[in-house]
């Protein structure tokens, strides 16, 4: 069982995180857009990405994770990295929230954002995904 629950949060995390690596890039494209055609595709790209693959996504991570938490609680309660990543994946829910903020000022035509500051905000997860990775992985603590 442990494993299939495994599994699937895994499977879930690498569709999290796609739609967290490509909706900050959108937002890149939106703001440097100029043409109301464009801009409304955009809208609607981000729309979709953001409610029908990020937010199902980040739900389904954080169901399948707490399911394998329950599975066995004392195992993780014990571990230091699992604190430690239980804490970027906080930051990264937090993240999910930015990005919801960003869509909703774009819906609104209320960006006052460069493209530049989406540049260097499309790279938070990537250090988000390298923390939780050798976390879970190496379990340095």
Request: proline fraction near 4%.
């Amino acid at each position: 069982m442990f494993a299939w629950v495994e599994a699937f949060h895994v499977i879930s995390v690498i569709c999290w995180f796609a739609a967290l690596f490509y909706l900050p890039r959108l937002f890149v494209y939106h703001a440097m857009a100029e043409d109301e055609t464009g801009i409304e595709r955009f809208k609607v790209m981000e729309r979709k990405l953001y409610r029908g693959i990020a937010t199902p996504s980040m739900v389904a991570t954080l169901l399948f994770g707490g399911w394998l938490f329950a599975l066995s609680p004392s195992y993780f309660l014990s571990a230091g990295w699992f604190h430690a990543k239980l804490a970027l994946v906080f930051l990264l829910v937090l993240y999910h929230l930015a990005c919801h903020v960003f869509l909703i000022r774009f819906r609104d035509d209320r960006n006052t954002r460069s493209h530049i500051y989406y540049r260097w905000f499309n790279e938070v997860p990537v250090i988000m995904l390298v923390g939780i990775v050798i976390l879970v992985i190496v379990k340095p603590f």
